[in-house]
């Protein structure tokens, strides 16, 4: 009786060491801290491994939100510009028609 005992409490001993050691994996593990770097691939750090993949990190998605203000910036330039231009040309062939009907 009494070793059966002590085989009880050994295997509960056991069970419960595993089991905080279990927690303690899961607590540190890269896969449910998400951890960025685990995703970086083998054949270089501008590469992932998309099934690791956690996302962007926030300098990431500022950059690419700069570059996309930019690119909206340009885009809108360029239209100002060649309005302004074409107003120009318009503005040019007004005057021309004025000075071709006076004279």
């Keep these: 009786f009494r070793e059966t ?26 896969l449910l801290t998400e951890n960025p770097d685990q995703a970086i691939s083998q054949y270089g ?9 956690k996302g962007m990190s926030e300098d990431q998605l500022r950059q690419i939100r700069e570059e996309q ?7 809108f330039f360029f239209v100002w ?15 021309r028609r004025h000075a071709e009907a006076k004279a």
């Design 45 to 53: 750090p501008h590469r992932v491994v998309p099934d690791r993949w």
């Design 69 to 75: 203000q930019l690119k909206v910036f340009v885009f």
């Design 81 to 95: 510009r060649r309005d302004e231009e074409e107003q120009q040309r318009n503005d040019e062939w007004d005057r």
């Design 5 to 30: 005992q002590e085989r009880q409490a050994l295997k509960k001993r056991q069970t419960d060491h595993d089991n905080y050691a279990e927690m303690a994996n899961m607590i540190s593990c890269d």
